[in-house]
């Protein structure tokens, strides 16, 4: 079977690029190794300029209405005084953000691709990829072939695409996982995402209705086990007791899941032919929530260049979304890796240091306007 475009992964980024592509009238396949479609629990924060092309994409009207807008984000060193607040009224907007079910994301992107008539290969892994110059062969699991003028991998973090193809990476583990889970609240929530810096790593609660929130702890390693063995009633004590404010009745709604954190650049996007995007060309630490917006900046890149240059040939297209999409995700890399360094160390003088930068910065407010405009526009 002859494609345009193959697609490995039907995560969020590989399906909006699919039907972006698709609803340009390419003839589009898109592959993933999952014997069903995906109905994730996980809730994600997605910011302006995901959720207009969500839009764009015909899919966002659908996955509104379940979503949670977030209007202000604060952020304190829990070690110190210093705090820092963002919110959606100084930069002249209603909120900065939506947070959405992940699951929601994929059945409306799914549904649509299965309205348009795009073939969807579940259960099928890809095993070997040939690049024959004027067109490349996918081999999946089953022995199938797939011919197709182009090949992009969105199959995530431990992408085979990158791998078969040689893209060269840069990666180093975080020396931290995220706990993550979701907890309900006897109070009713209001619309700030929060998240205090402790001793233990970033905690961040996100409200995901007005009595739920997602929780993402990314603990260090030498602590984990501390917090690992606690029991969900006194976990929760030591939530509220590193999280600081006011204490409020709080009990899992979920299992507590966590998952290793580390770094992760492929030092080019494209190949010829072929291209990697979303989570198999970039991960970055959860702390500010932008992985898989810029996953799905990466897929609206493609897409724009698709529609932009419809007669160029499709190894042009790739070369220019990587030279755009490459230094975006090593200046989010660059910022995420400050971060974590900065709040990581426990030594007196960064602590002063860090404490002063918050103050500084959240009485600055150009320089808070020019930090959401970037977040929102990534
Ligand atoms: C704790 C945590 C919290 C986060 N919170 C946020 C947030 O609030 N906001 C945000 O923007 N980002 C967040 N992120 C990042 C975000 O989750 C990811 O960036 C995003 O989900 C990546 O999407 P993707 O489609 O690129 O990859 P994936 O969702 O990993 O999808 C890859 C797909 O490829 C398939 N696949 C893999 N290998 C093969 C193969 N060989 N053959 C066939 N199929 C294959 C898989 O089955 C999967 O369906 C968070 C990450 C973590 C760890």
Redesign the pocket.
């Given at each position: 079977m002859n494609y345009d475009v193959v697609i490995?992964?039907?995560?969020?980024?590989?399906s909006a690029v699919a039907l972006g592509l698709a609803q340009q009238g390419h003839k589009i396949a898109i592959?993933?190794?999952?014997s069903v479609p995906?109905n994730s629990p996980?809730h994600?924060?997605?910011n302006k300029k995901s959720s207009a092309f969500l839009d764009l994409l015909g899919v966002w009207d659908a996955v509104k209405p379940s979503s949670m807008p977030y209007s202000r984000i604060q952020a304190w060193d829990r070690e110190g005084t210093g705090k820092v607040e963002f919110s959606a009224q100084d930069i002249g907007e209603n909120n900065l953000g939506f947070i959405v079910k992940?699951g929601d994301l994929q059945k409306y992107l799914i549904s649509s691709l299965e309205q348009l008539g795009v073939d969807i290969f579940w259960s099928?892994?890809?095993i070997n990829i040939s690049d024959k110059g004027d067109l490349v062969e996918i081999i999946l699991d089953d022995g199938k072939k797939l011919i197709s003028s182009s090949l992009l991998g969105?199959?995530?973090?431990?992408?085979?695409v990158r791998e078969l193809c040689n893209f060269q990476i840069k990666s180093w583990s975080y020396d931290q996982q995220?706990i993550?889970g979701q907890i309900d609240s006897d109070e009713k929530l209001d619309d700030v995402i929060r998240q205090s810096f402790t001793k233990y790593g970033p905690l961040a609660l996100?409200p995901i209705n007005s009595s739920q929130m997602t929780m993402?702890w990314s603990v260090d390693n030498k602590s984990l086990k501390d917090l690992s063995e606690l029991d969900d009633d006194l976990f929760l004590e030591k939530l509220q007791l590193e999280f600081g404010g006011k204490t409020r009745n709080l009990k899992f709604s979920s299992q507590r899941f966590t998952?290793p954190?580390k770094h992760l650049t492929a030092v080019g996007f494209a190949k010829g032919r072929i291209a990697i995007?979303?989570?198999?060309a970039h991960?970055v630490h959860?702390l500010a929530?932008?992985?898989?917006?810029?996953?799905l900046g990466d897929a609206e890149s493609i897409v724009k260049l698709f529609s932009k240059y419809p007669a160029i040939k499709v190894e042009t297209i790739f070369k220019q979304y990587s030279n755009e999409r490459l230094p975006i995700n090593i200046g989010l890399a660059a910022a995420m890796e400050l971060f974590k360094r900065g709040f990581g160390n426990q030594n007196i003088w960064l602590k002063t240091v860090r404490n002063l930068t918050f103050k500084f910065v959240d009485n600055q407010q150009e320089i808070k306007n020019t930090f959401v405009k970037l977040a929102t526009t990534l």
């Open positions: 490995i992964g039907v995560g969020v980024v590989g592959v993933d190794k999952s995906p996980r994600l924060s997605v992940e099928k892994e890809l969105a199959d995530g973090i431990s992408s085979k995220a993550v996100l993402i998952f954190l995007l979303g989570d198999a991960h959860p929530g932008l992985g898989l917006n810029s996953g």
